[in-house]
């Protein structure tokens, strides 16, 4: 199976919410990329099939973030 790409709108508003996010999802196993824009307020993840699109947005909420939007490979998804 190929890696999975994840896309969230995350509401941050300084260099310490997307610190925060680092934080959060770096420790995932899986994890094989992370972008974090706070200019452009996306978090972009590739990831191993095994690490859930839950997984990482259960991270980004339980760091207290707004998540405005969520997609797989390009296609949206709940939040």
Request: glycine share 12%.
């Amino acid at each position: 199976m190929s890696n999975h790409h994840y896309k969230f709108n995350v509401k941050m508003g300084c260099p310490g919410c997307s610190n925060a996010i680092q934080e959060a999802l770096g420790p995932l196993s899986g994890l094989k990329s992370l972008d974090i824009s706070l200019g452009q307020q996306t978090v972009s993840v590739i990831a191993e099939p095994s690490l859930s699109y839950n997984a990482v947005l259960a991270a980004i909420k339980g760091k207290g973030k707004a998540v405005h939007s969520g997609e797989i490979d390009g296609v949206p998804q709940s939040i």
